[in-house]
């Protein structure tokens, strides 16, 4: 049985389960989970978690089965996060926890799907998906006979909120006085648990999107070359594993990639432990109050500079991912314009009485990749993602 013992294991700035800020809505504790493994619980049997299998990123869902999805995405999240949280002491079940939950408001379509609601919502308070994801635990998910949302505890609800203008952390701070908009107004950091998400975020989907990139044909994997970091990790595997270019070009690129993947890590966790040994904060909300302190090596972070920059005009800018992430937009641009001019086309949960555009943007946001095609093509007679 869990008891509400010390955080033992943990170092003192790690986020102690037992000493949370609590939840919107008091509950019992439950008798055998700490409160952040009861978060990870909540989120994997949401519904908006099942949903993630179903959306993508840069490749659509009915493009191919081995690119990786939201959900496959959220869980390399994970694995990388608690690897680093173990070897720095942090609470591997929030890290585990916000990155499970760090998507579920992200639309269809990926990033042209949230560009298409973001137009669409400019007069209506905009659309977001960090916000959207915060949407979703503390209202959207319908389980519980008692209120609606996951009811998840302060430091997993901080941590989903990667981001947040002022303007609309304002209206946070309004609705809940020094809850998870406080921070953006004050300058301050969140957790070092969910600093740490924040970058095993990055990492996780740089290194995927290079191997979907190559896997798709939309990258050549000579072309790989042309980033530092892949590069020296290129010049590295060929000399332990000669000819494997030619031989085996597929163990060569999971090869770069494992290995990129290492050495990034490895800079993360020797950089942070760094800073925290140079400055100990004296525990975790100390840690809050000091500048980002997990985070690379300057020579690290100009690494992933320059791989961002390559995937961007390389990969996210190819011609063919254009055109397909243009198709996308106008279709969820066209399903906006459809449910906004007549809401009885949408469940009756989101019908809002006074806010109608932001009841359609939800009812977007949760859909996933091939059921928003079903549902333009159904209500339009066209098909603009022919195959899906």
């Known amino acids: 049985m869990q008891t509400g013992g010390a955080s033992r294991g943990f170092a003192p700035w790690a986020s102690n389960p037992y000493a949370s800020r609590g939840r919107l809505r008091a509950e019992p504790e439950a008798p055998t989970r700490n409160a952040f493994q009861r978060d990870r619980d909540r989120i994997i049997h949401s519904s908006a978690f099942r949903r993630l299998v179903y959306k993508t990123q840069v490749f659509l869902n009915h493009e191919g089965d081995l690119f990786r999805t939201r959900l496959t995405h959220s869980l390399e999240v994970a694995q990388l996060g608690r690897s680093v949280a173990r070897c720095l002491g942090l609470n591997e079940d929030l890290v585990e926890a916000i990155a499970l939950a760090h998507d579920l408001g992200h639309t269809p379509f990926g990033h042209a799907g949230q560009d298409a609601l973001n137009e669409c919502m400019a007069e209506h308070g905009g659309f977001e998906h960090n916000l959207q994801s915060l949407r979703v635990v503390d209202s959207l998910e319908k389980r519980y006979p008692l209120w609606d949302g996951l009811n998840l505890c302060f430091e997993t609800r901080e941590g989903i909120l990667k981001r947040c203008p002022r ?47 190559v896997r ?173």
């Open 216 to 388: 798709s044909g939309l990258l050549e994997l000579d072309q790989l070359r042309e980033v530092p970091l892949l590069e020296r990790t290129w010049d590295e595997v060929e000399r332990d594993h000669p000819g494997i270019a030619h031989q085996q070009p597929r163990r060569l690129l999971a090869e770069i990639i494992r290995r990129m993947l290492s050495e990034q890590i490895y800079d993360l966790i020797a950089e942070t432990q760094r800073l925290l040994d140079s400055h100990p904060p004296a525990d975790a909300w100390a840690a809050r109050q000091m500048g980002p302190l997990v985070r690379f090596s300057d020579a690290m972070r100009q690494h992933n500079t320059a791989l961002k920059r390559f995937l961007f005009s390389a990969l996210y800018r190819h011609p063919k991912v254009m055109e397909t992430t243009a198709a996308a937009r106008q279709t969820l641009s066209e399903l906006f314009a459809l449910y906004a001019d007549d809401n009885s086309l949408m469940p009756a949960e989101f019908r809002y009485a006074r806010q109608p555009c932001r009841g359609v943007a939800d009812y977007i946001a949760g859909m996933t990749d091939r059921f928003a095609v079903r549902e333009h093509r159904r209500l339009t007679g066209r098909d603009l993602l022919p195959g899906a």
């Open 167 to 213: 303007s609309l952390a304002q209206q946070l701070e309004a609705r809940e006085p020094g809850g998870v908009g406080q921070r953006f107004l004050a300058n301050s950091q969140p957790s070092l648990e969910a600093q740490l998400t924040n970058v095993a975020d990055e990492v996780a989907y740089n290194a995927h999107d290079v191997d979907d990139g």
